[in-house]
């Protein structure tokens, strides 16, 4: 596509259930990021994609939130047993292999807990 | 290894310069700066790599100092639609890119 495409766009899910989030990064970028910002913070990293495999998992705030990547394209983040913590806008954002190429930012997609 | 952004927020009347630093403890490969609008995405606004090369928006100038791991965003003669949270994003070879924690700026008429 022509931009970087996440969905849902919204989700508003119980505390306990599983959710995924969903990226589909530009046609032939290679690489591919997991932020989370929360209301009026700055963008946290959670995970970085070269390719399929996950070089840096670092930032993934507990076991319970976990990435794939397959094909080389589209993602998937998936939280278990969510939290109210966990309320917040995930973007994802995709560019050509690192280092030095511009990585695009999908729209989000928006995380309320209740 | 989070890069530190100031200041914290800026106000200003349209017409007037801002300036906006980004500082890390790494060496750097390079810094990319973003513009982010309210429920909206951030937005790409300048690349700056190690070796002098940028890319960007021609109406943005920015600065790396490599040696001493600094990026300044310059914003002259602002306009009402600069206003938003600028964001800088370092990058270390090969590695992920990291985020600072924002600059707000808001551009008064």
């Known amino acids: 596509g022509a931009g970087v495409s996440q969905s849902p766009s919204n989700k508003v899910t119980e505390k306990g259930k599983d959710v995924e989030l969903r990226c589909d990064p530009i046609?032939?970028?290679?690489?591919l990021y997991w932020y989370r910002q929360s209301l009026g913070q700055g963008l946290e990293f959670l995970i970085y994609?070269?390719?399929?495999?996950?070089?840096?998992k670092s930032g993934l705030p507990s076991d319970r939130f976990s990435a794939e990547r397959t094909g080389g394209s589209v993602s998937t983040l998936t939280i278990q047993r969510t939290q109210q913590e966990d309320s917040a806008v995930y973007l994802c954002?995709?560019?050509?292999?690192?280092?030095?190429?511009?990585?695009?930012f999908g729209e989000g997609s928006w995380l309320t807990v209740v | 290894q989070q890069p530190v952004q100031s200041p914290q927020a800026v106000i200003l009347r349209e017409g007037e310069d801002a300036v906006i630093n980004c500082s890390s403890s790494?060496?750097?490969?390079?810094v990319h700066w973003y513009r982010q609008k309210h429920g909206e995405a951030p937005v790409f606004l300048m690349i700056l790599l190690k070796g002098g090369e940028q890319k960007g928006h021609e109406k943005i100038s920015a600065s790396f100092n490599e040696k001493k791991q600094q990026s300044s965003l310059y914003l002259t003669a602002s306009q009402l639609s600069y206003s938003g949270t600028y964001f800088c994003?370092?990058?270390?070879?090969?590695?992920?890119?990291?985020f600072g924690k924002g600059t707000r700026l808001h551009i008064l008429p």
């Open positions: 046609s032939g970028h290679t690489a």
């Open positions: 994003g370092t990058e270390i070879y090969d590695d992920k890119i990291i």
């Open positions: 954002a995709s560019s050509f292999a690192p280092p030095g190429n511009t990585i695009y």
């Open positions: 994609f070269q390719g399929n495999s996950a070089p840096d």
């Open positions: 790494k060496a750097l490969y390079s």
